[in-house]
């Protein structure tokens, strides 16, 4: 599996079954180690990745999942040997694409203020439904340098030891969280016009998107919670137009319906139109309108996700991982 010692890769899964094989097997000759870090699998991926060459961490089930613990794990794993200087992160349902290590690692030698260096994950099957269609889109961001990364991203283990890694108490946005701590040090996140990542979302109900709308909305919360002070403003944007579209303007217009009659009713309208809008602006194409109407449909989630962060925060409960598949 030695190809390159310097390089290193720290994948995280469960029960993530032939999606993880793919990405291991893609991994081999890239890589100098892979580490896998599983959080309580039960279809066989522990022995499987034994199987495939990669140095195992299971989780203690005593303590939460959450995915930040676990990429912490994977560079405890690291650190224990000879560490590497780069590593690269991958989330067990995705499958590295080939070139994508020598393009990160000669810009990231090119660049040493650089820790991170992300590219273009796609989604394997964006035709399976319209929630794929909606990853595949949300993930084609611009390129350049840029403020966060995702769960995928080769980075400069320097920049993350001076850092002390992720935060393990987030249950999701902790790759953003990390990227504010990492530009606070002076170090740069750049997005690379390479193709990285093939991601299988795997996310065919509406129940799904659901609680994946539910999580960004908690990552948002919790990121306001930590940096949402100038000039970072982390998470706010995102809680703002979450809290405005999805609780505010609704509980509004009830509001006023009690008050004035049913016929306030008739602003609910603000919602088709806020569809219109958006669908008009992004082009105006079939996928343009299911991609605008499921992003309003969204803020209903993300408020709620918002509403648990609170709540549980007011009564000193920790967070439960929110999973969508």
Known sequence: MSARPAIAAVVIGRNEGARLLRGLEALCGQVGRIVYVDSGSTDGSVAAARAAGAEVVELDLAAPFTAARARNAGLARLGAGDPPDFVQ????????????IDTALSFLQAHPQAAVACGRRRERFPDASVYNRLCDREWDTPVGQTKACGGDALMRRTALD???????????????????????????????DAEMTLHDAAMTRLGQFWNRARRAGHAWAEGAALHGRPPERHGVAGMRRALAWGAALPAGILALALLAGPGALALLALYPAQVVRLALRAGGR????????????SKFAEAQGIAEYHWRRGLGRPARLIEYK
Not at 89 to 100: A, M, N, S, V
Not at 170 to 176: D, K, M, S
Not at 177 to 188: I, K, P, T
């Open 89 to 100: 992160f991958i989330d067990g349902d995705c499958e590295l694409q080939p070139g994508w």
């Open 162 to 192: 001076a850092v002390g890694g992720f935060d393990p108490r987030l249950i999701a946005g902790e790759e953003p969280e990390l990227c504010v701590r990492l530009r606070a040090q002076g170090w740069q996140i750049w997005r690379l």
């Open 286 to 297: 079939r996928a343009d309108w299911q991609w605008a109407a499921l992003v309003t449909l």
